[in-house]
């Protein structure tokens, strides 16, 4: 069983930054991407960005060129740059990772990290 934990979330002022992060335990999975998604209230889940094993990236338009998500090294570990954050960029953020088991796949989710950006 992978465990996703996050962290990073807060309050912050339109027009700021905050950067997430998400840490993968160890196990005999491999992870063949991460990404970030995110539920408002009243609202579903929707995704802002994505990262394979490979280095691509995808966005949600309505984040794109303001967000970046990258890898570390070991890519067990992903991050969420976000800028110029506006009030509806407010949510839960939950880190996401799909597995492979040999040949077996499957898919993990964090807990989820509350942003709050407030006038």
């Known amino acids: 069983q992978v465990q996703l934990v996050e962290s990073g979330g807060g309050l912050v002022q339109p027009g700021g930054s905050l950067r997430l992060g998400c840490t993968a335990s160890?196990?005999?999975?491999?992870?063949?991407?991460m990404g970030w998604y995110r539920q408002a209230p009243v609202k579903r889940r929707e995704l802002v960005a994505t990262?394979?094993?490979?280095?691509?990236?995808t966005y949600a338009d309505s984040v794109k060129g303001r967000f970046s998500i990258s890898t570390a090294g070991a890519k067990n570990t992903a991050s969420l740059q976000m800028n110029s954050l506006t009030p509806e960029d407010t949510a839960v953020y939950y880190c996401?990772?799909?597995?492979?088991?040999?040949?077996?796949?499957?898919?993990?989710w964090g807990q989820g990290t509350q942003v709050t950006v407030y006038l």
């Open positions: 160890r196990s005999k999975a491999e992870i063949i991407g």
């Open positions: 996401h990772a799909d597995l492979r088991w040999g040949k077996a796949y499957s898919e993990t």
């Open positions: 990262i394979s094993e490979d280095g691509l990236t």
